[in-house]
Structures are given as structure tokens and as C-alpha cells.
Antibody, heavy 120, light 107 residues
């Protein structure tokens, strides 16, 4: 059974930093592209970032480019999101998600999310 | 960036109704479009990928069509468990984007 479990969400002050983690199990982690997607309270889904199976390619939403860094450790079946220079508008539930084998097709498994609150 | 516009944003319907949600892209995205269902307090669930391919385990009353800039998600006969919010997503180019969502409520 595929499982994605996010952790690391806390309350942080504006300008602060945070590292989110996503522990994956139930599939061959290093075969798949992985994504982070966020959802602000009461709002829609916003794609944040993706990383290819080997970490060689990464992409970001314009809203986080230069502040967030996605990475993965295939030896630990783990995905990460380093978040720097946090802003109040980064407050959201952050989901990690697994891509389909064709990485341009969709996201077939999602975690339950970890809540990041940016507030003074 | 490619903008996705869903219509309607809100839909009220009854059990047994046939409903259609439209997703329009600001530029052509071939068939790189996915549809998701999200219920309150839950993670999104993939329904359709590559515009028209039904994800494994998803009931056949869900279907998707379209290519280029206009896409539709159709539910042929609404069931009580289908009342949720639906999102389209384009994966044709970066940054990947989602539509704003369509909230489907019981009439």
C-alpha cells in the first residue's frame, strides 16, 4: 500500500525557515517524480514544486522560486521542502504527492498534509 | 504561465443528475490535463489523467474529454458521495497550474 506521510509543519514567524519532510513507502520511491502542492485555508490547490526521480531536475512555482528548495534522498525514501524567507501568504496545508509513471499525467497518491502557519 | 479557468465555480445538482464541468486553458496543453476530487478535510483524489483516462478504481460514471484548450469532466449520474470540489490541473508546461475549483453541492 502506497503511503506518503508529511511532517515538519509548525508555526513560524515571517522571515523564518522551515524544512518539511515526506516519508514514502509501498512503492519504489526512486522510480517516480515527486511533487509538493499546497492549499491555503479555505482556498484552492496551488502547485509548489516537483523533483525528478533522480533529483536532476527541479521546478518551482513563481511564488516560491528563490525561497524554497525541493530535494530527495532516495536511500531514505524521503522528499523534502526547504522553505526560507517565509511570508504570511505561505500559510497553508502542504501535501506531498507521487506522480504517475508518465510524470506529465497526474498525481496518483497524496499524503494527508502538514500545516505551515506563518504568523508573528 | 498557463491559466486554467473552470466553469462553473459553483454547481448545485441532485442525485441522479448528469453534470459537466469545463476547464479552459489560456493556451494549448495537448492532453496534459488531470481532474481531481477533493472532499472537506481530505487530500485530493485523482479521477482522470491525460484528459480522458479513468484512474484505476474510479467509478465509470466519471469521464473526461477534450484536448488543446477546452476540457470537460462529466459525471453521468450523480451519487451522494460525488458532492465535493473538483479541480483541473495542467502538466503540459512549467509552472504546473490548477484551476480555481468547482464546488458541487446538493440541491
Amino acid at each position: 500500500e502506497v503511503q506518503l506521510v508529511e511532517s515538519g509543519g509548525v508555526v513560524v514567524q515571517p522571515g523564518g525557515s522551515l524544512r518539511l519532510s515526506c516519508a514514502a513507502s509501498g512503492f519504489t520511491f526512486d522510480d517516480y517524480t515527486m511533487h509538493w502542492v499546497r492549499q491555503a485555508p479555505g482556498k484552492g490547490l496551488e502547485w509548489v514544486s516537483l523533483i525528478s526521480w533522480d533529483g536532476g531536475s527541479t521546478y518551482y512555482a513563481d511564488s516560491v522560486k528563490g525561497r524554497f528548495t525541493i530535494s530527495r534522498d532516495n536511500s531514505k525514501n524521503s522528499l523534502y521542502l526547504q522553505m526560507n524567507s517565509l511570508r504570511t501568504e505561505d500559510t497553508a496545508l502542504y501535501y506531498c504527492a507521487k506522480a504517475l509513471p508518465d510524470s506529465s499525467s497526474g498525481l496518483d497518491y497524496w499524503g494527508q498534509g502538514t500545516l505551515v502557519t506563518v504568523s508573528s | 504561465d498557463i491559466q486554467l479557468t473552470q466553469s462553473p465555480s459553483f454547481l448545485s445538482a441532485s442525485v441522479g443528475d448528469r453534470v459537466t464541468i469545463t476547464c479552459r486553458a489560456s493556451q494549448g496543453i495537448s492532453s496534459y490535463l488531470a481532474w481531481y476530487q477533493q472532499k472537506p478535510g481530505k487530500a485530493p483524489k485523482l479521477l482522470i489523467y491525460a484528459a480522458s483516462t479513468l484512474q484505476s478504481g474510479v467509478p465509470s460514471r466519471f469521464s473526461g474529454s477534450g484536448s488543446g484548450t477546452e476540457f470537460t469532466l462529466t459525471i453521468s449520474s450523480l451519487q451522494p458521495e460525488d458532492f465535493a470540489t473538483y479541480y483541473c490541473q495542467q502538466l503540459n508546461s512549467y509552472p504546473i497550474t490548477f484551476g480555481q475549483g468547482t464546488r458541487l453541492e446538493i440541491k
